[in-house]
């Protein structure tokens, strides 16, 4: 009885928080698309889900509209405000995972990077068997391991879910000499990943901000030799582990020294998503907007307006 409870409540989180059909939940478990529904009725029956009806969290059109005039991104969209902050999230969170697993099921070879934001839509994605499917990393570890949101822990984590393979980078983040870090991404260790993430047909991450690279204690101890003859107020967010200006110019192209696949081919990459909820990334959301650092943007209405003030 218990097991088929969590059953009912594996489907219904399917069907009710990431939007599958009932065609592809049938699919995923091997089962009619009659036993769908009354699986989903016995979930209601047995209280495992209740449905209350309240004011419906919706996209902001207008301001997606706005947006699509302004910068020219290939989607955009965004979370209409909540009075309730962690309902607005769960909302956002939810539709990011649904987006994130559409691209996964019509992609080869996915990566993503680490983050608490990452961390949440990976919690929110189903558990299903995907063939032929790899989760690479793209860039070293930012070594915070304090938090379960670290890079190699992010692609182990989602490769989990869905039952793929993954290949992680050995190395840091930054890596000063430059003999060092080529000779490592040219070391057997790394040649497998290095190819994987040439080959990327879809990326999805957040953004950061200079506070979070220095929340780091090494990447903030050796700060002005990771990023030298810049001024940290010169830049608005980070992005693939570069910082970058309101402008959308990145600023250490002439001395990056970021351990993994070079920035072109990051751009060249088809599909790039990014999730934003947090206000206080508008300067990092702006700069990655006018950048054109991604070709997909999931934001919240806060987030939104803090922008078009900023403009």
Request: proline letters at 2%.
């Amino acid at each position: 009885m218990k097991d088929h409870n969590k059953f009912l409540a594996a489907l219904a989180q399917d069907y009710y928080l990431l939007d599958m059909s009932i065609g592809d939940i049938a699919n995923k478990y091997q089962i009619s698309r009659y036993l769908v529904n009354k699986y989903l009725s016995d979930a209601k029956a047995e209280k495992i889900v209740t449905i209350k009806i309240s004011q419906q969290l919706e996209r902001q059109i207008d301001l997606e509209n706005k947006f699509h005039e302004l910068f020219d991104i290939e989607n955009i969209y965004i979370i209409k405000d909540s009075d309730l902050v962690n309902r607005e999230n769960e909302t956002l969170l939810n539709f990011s995972a649904n987006r994130v697993l559409q691209y996964i099921k019509n992609s080869h070879i996915v990566g993503t990077v680490w983050g608490g934001t990452i961390y949440d839509i990976i919690e929110r994605l189903p558990k299903e068997k995907i063939e032929n499917l790899l989760f690479t990393q793209f860039v070293g570890e930012n070594r915070k391991y304090n938090s379960q949101a670290g890079s190699m822990r992010m692609v182990q984590k989602i490769a989990d879910k869905f039952s793929a393979t993954y290949t992680t980078l050995s190395g840091p983040l930054y890596i000063l000499n430059n003999e060092v870090r080529l000779g490592m991404l040219s070391e057997i260790a790394s040649l497998e990943t290095m190819s994987a993430a040439s080959h990327m047909d879809f990326i999805f991450c957040g953004l950061g901000t200079i506070d979070s690279v220095k929340s780091i204690p090494i990447w903030n101890k050796y700060f002005r030799q990771i990023f030298p003859k810049l001024n940290s107020g010169d830049i608005a967010g980070m992005a693939y582990g570069r910082p970058y200006d309101i402008n959308g110019n990145f600023l250490n192209t002439s001395h990056d020294f970021t351990f993994g696949i070079d920035l072109q081919t990051i751009l060249n990459v088809p599909h790039r998503l990014c999730v934003v909820k947090s206000k206080f990334k508008s300067h990092a959301t702006l700069g990655a907007l006018r950048g054109k650092f991604f070709t997909e943007l999931i934001i919240t209405e806060s987030v939104a307006r803090k922008v078009l003030s900023e403009i």
